[in-house]
């Protein structure tokens, strides 16, 4: 890391300190209806600094974020693109988050290596061509699956997924998601309780 990263990284956990002290004091009835869709609510910087380690041991990774949102996890993502060589696709649907985010990445430093794609997921996934060896999935959980489906045949040998939020909020989504990637051949998978619980699963070449 840098001071330019560092710098943006500070911006973020400010603002992640705020909004968790504005969901703790304000009632339900105080939230509009996109209060959600405002809010950060991104990884925090334990899984952030996880997925960083990994992506930076891949050689030169294809790195593919789902859910680019405000692009906290994706500075992450696009440092150890930088360092190993590699490139961060994220895909993001709504293009004022993927605006922001890309604003946050030239702050960073870290734009020329990110390419932002803003539309549906599973559809931007289509497009992809294969070789993707490391992918960050954190977006609405009920897509969990359609997206395991629709990036799994282009996933290189060695290829590492992270999954975020399978203890919190959890849910039957995520539980299907667990089941559904333990049950891909070829994959090997653990659940650590780091931030929200992330789903940890690598593609074995050999056994698919």
């Known amino acids: ?10 911006m973020y956990h400010e603002r992640m300190h705020a909004e968790r002290e504005l969901r703790n004091n ?3 009835a105080d939230r509009s209806e996109d209060w959600r869709d405002r809010q950060l609510l991104a990884v925090g910087p334990e899984t952030g600094r996880l997925i960083n380690i990994i992506a930076r041991s891949l050689e030169t990774p ?7 949102s405000y692009g ?9 693109a930088r360092a190993s ?15 922001y985010a890309r604003d946050m990445a030239t702050k960073a430093g870290l734009a020329d290596h990110v390419d932002f794609k803003v539309g549906d997921a599973v559809q931007l996934i289509g497009s992809l061509p294969r070789g993707i060896d490391f992918v960050l999935l954190d977006l609405w959980k009920d897509l969990y699956v ?7 045949p282009l996933l290189n040998p060695g ?3 992270v999954a975020d939020n399978i203890l919190y909020p959890g849910g039957e989504p ?13 994959i090997t998978s653990v659940l650590l309780p780091v931030g929200a619980g992330i789903e940890v699963s690598r593609f074995e070449p050999t056994a698919r």
Do not use: H, Q
């Open 85 to 99: 060589g590699g490139r961060l696709t994220t895909l993001e649907l709504k293009d004022y988050k993927s605006a």
């Open 26 to 28: 304000a009632a339900p």
């Open 146 to 152: 359609p997206c395991l489906e629709a990036f799994y």
């Open 159 to 161: 290829a590492v997924i």
């Open 1 to 10: 890391m840098d001071d330019r990263i560092d710098a943006v990284l500070d």
């Open 62 to 68: 294809n790195i593919l974020e789902i859910g680019t």
């Open 174 to 186: 995520v539980k299907r998601y667990v089941s559904a990637v333990r049950a891909k051949p070829g």
């Open 72 to 80: 906290y996890s994706g500075i992450w993502l696009a440092e150890a």
